[in-house]
T-cell receptor, first 115, second 114 residues
Framework: SQTIHQWPATLVQPVGSPLSLECTVE??????LYWYRQAAGRGLQLLFY??????ISSEVPQNLSASRPQDRQFILSSKKLLLSDSGFYLC??????????????FGPGTRLTVL | ELKVEQNPLFLSMQEGKNYTIYCNYS?????LYWYRQDPGKSLESLFV?????AVKQEGRLMASLDTKARLSTLHITAAVHDLSATYFC??????????????FGKGTKLSVIP
């Protein structure tokens, strides 16, 4: 069966510090991968998605970036964190089969607090 | 721009009662998802609705889709405390690059009171 991991689970960082969040998926090949952010009391905002190694699409221009160095690894980064980057970051995966992609399955999330 | 609106955003209901959560969206789509989120936790997939008139049921929850009205409903029957959570609907649009993008509603926070 497929499993999705995220780490760290919780992170407290000062403003201006760098960020690296990691997401890995097990039990499937060539998944579509997604990064979402959920700010307090708000819905989910799609940040990035990837349909393959090195292929990243950005939905929202901001100081975050994403990379996919391996088939089942998705990394979210920032060079300098802002207070507004605080939130709950969720990674998700879905089956990639042409047009008929399946449900997106979410990881456990990383709660980021920027002070 | 696709807009997804859920209502109500907050719902407090007594155990044993029935209620419906509504999800309206602004652009034609061929798939709609319902997710559940417990406090401090990630999202759990509940239903995927893929065609007009689709109806799916799991326990006390039943979801339906009317693509012509651009409306999905999540009906709760005889609510129990364990159903307390935030429920999100999400509309899927094909990105044209081998991926569906989901646009989420703001969520409905359901509290079931004994």
């Amino acid at each position: 069966s497929q499993t999705i991991h995220q780490w760290p689970a919780t992170l407290v960082q000062p403003v201006g510090s760098p960020l690296s969040l990691e997401c890995t998926v097990e039990g499937t090949s060539n998944p579509n991968l997604y990064w979402y952010r959920q700010a307090a009391g708000r819905g989910l905002q799609l940040l990035f998605y990837s349909v393959g190694i090195g292929q990243i699409s950005s939905e929202v221009p901001q100081n975050l970036s994403a990379s996919r160095p391996q088939d089942r690894q998705f990394i979210l980064s920032s060079k300098k964190l802002l207070l507004s980057d605080s939130g709950f970051y969720l990674c998700a995966w879905s089956v990639a089969s042409g047009r008929w992609t399946d449900t997106q399955y979410f990881g456990p999330g990383t709660r980021l607090t920027v002070l | 721009e696709l807009k997804v609106e859920q209502n109500p955003l907050f719902l407090s209901m007594q155990e044993g009662k029935n209620y419906t959560i509504y999800c309206n969206y602004s652009t034609t789509s061929d798939r709609l998802y319902w997710y559940r989120q417990d406090p401090g936790k990630s999202l759990e997939s509940l239903f995927v609705l893929l065609s007009n008139g689709a109806v799916k049921q799991e326990g006390r929850l039943m979801a339906s889709l009317d693509t012509k009205a651009r409306l999905s409903t999540l009906h709760i029957t005889a609510a129990v405390h364990d159903l307390s959570a935030t429920y999100f609907c999400a509309v899927g649009l094909y990105s044209g690059a081998g991926s569906y993008q989901l646009t989420f509603g703001k969520g409905t926070k359901l509290s079931v009171i004994p």
